[in-house]
């Protein structure tokens, strides 16, 4: 089969398409014919050495969330046939992953009809993400929650998952991703100068709790640039009153030093069959910006790498 490799550590040239085995399922596992691959920030942190002393030795592959048809069942799996459409996390712990023909998966769910297999393979970690960060805030219906950077994956999966728990959603979002949504049901402000009196003015006042999802903890105000002194946590915590409050996704040093809460990413896979359903339903959509095929790997990076590409970015074999 065709897979994405990389022998050495570096950036995202050191990723070349080869012709490898295929990978064959394990205790618990199961292998499928991959439709789709979701790529993830972390995609380019494993490729530079993340976590180098916890995985295999290299070669190694890359692309961590898949979609696609079961192909060969390993010991002791139920509930599952071959022929079955499935998602969910592809293994991390042989020469090749999720971005090539075929993948292996240690948990998974099946895709609900009607959403496509790139939808399917944008949701594991966005969602995932999402919902603990809403567990950690505590936030209850009918609070008002401020999600600051709706724009990204994660942002917009915790928007919808908000108000379908009965919250009341401010976004702050650029022009790509502000009108779909508004049309989720949240208030949408734009970034730039003034936004902190924007959000002020939508909400009445403060905000019950805030969660941020930009990239980089970019200032609020100029989302663009980043400020050496929290990033937009400072603003957030003024909204709401409380560093308590507040939690991040991506700003961890400016959080310890403000006091704010921190999310991080955890996939315990024990909520695929709920991501399932409700993206069944049309709550849960993360939107995809692009697709790729395998050998266009570096025009892929270059895009996500821009931390602007409006939306999930999906290899296809």
């Known amino acids: 089969m065709k897979a994405l490799q990389f022998d ?7 990723i070349v398409l080869r012709d490898v085995p295929q990978p064959q399922p394990g205790p618990g596992q199961i292998r499928i014919a991959v439709r789709a691959c979701g790529l993830t920030p972390a995609d380019w942190h494993i490729v530079d050495g993340l976590l180098a002393d916890h995985l295999p030795p290299l070669p190694r592959g890359l692309g961590f969330e898949v979609a696609g048809t079961v192909d060969a069942l390993g010991e002791n799996v139920r509930g599952v046939e071959i022929g079955d459409r499935v998602f969910g996390p592809a293994t991390l712990d042989g020469p090749t992953a999720g971005a090539a023909e075929y993948a292996l998966m240690p948990a998974w769910a099946r895709i ?3 959403v496509t297999a790139e939808r399917a393979a944008a949701l594991p970690m966005a969602a995932e993400t999402a919902w603990r960060a809403l567990d950690d805030l505590g936030v209850q219906p009918g609070e008002r929650l ?8 994660v942002g917009e999966a915790a928007v919808r998952l908000a108000l379908h728990r009965g919250v009341r959603v401010i976004a702050t979002a650029g022009p790509t991703r502000a009108a779909a949504l ?7 402000t734009g970034y730039g100068d003034g936004m902190t009196e924007r959000v002020a003015a939508l909400a009445g006042g403060r905000v019950d709790r805030a969660l941020d999802t930009t990239p980089t903890g970019g200032r609020i105000d100029r989302a663009d640039q980043a400020s050496p002194a929290g990033g937009s946590l400072p603003a957030l915590i003024h909204l709401t009153g409380d560093p308590d ?3 991040t996704v991506s700003d961890f040093a400016a959080a310890a030093e403000l006091g704010t809460r921190v999310t ?3 996939m315990r896979y024990d909520l ?9 339903e049309g ?24 931390r602007r590409p409006g939306g999930k970015l999906i290899l296809v074999p």
Not at 272 to 280: N, P, Q, S
Not at 285 to 296: H, I, K, M, N
């Open 182 to 188: 508004e049309e989720t049901g949240a208030q949408v």
């Open 112 to 114: 609900p009809e009607g």
């Open 283 to 306: 709550v849960l959509v993360v939107p995809v910006a692009r697709t790729y095929t395998l050998d266009q790997i570096q025009e892929a990076a270059g895009l996500s790498r821009s």
């Open 146 to 153: 401020l999600v600051h950077g709706a724009g990204t994956t």
């Open 8 to 14: 050495r550590f570096g950036s995202p040239d050191v």
């Open 264 to 266: 991080r990413i955890d």
């Open 245 to 247: 409050r507040v939690t």
């Open 272 to 280: 695929m069959d709920e991501f399932a359903r409700l993206a069944g």
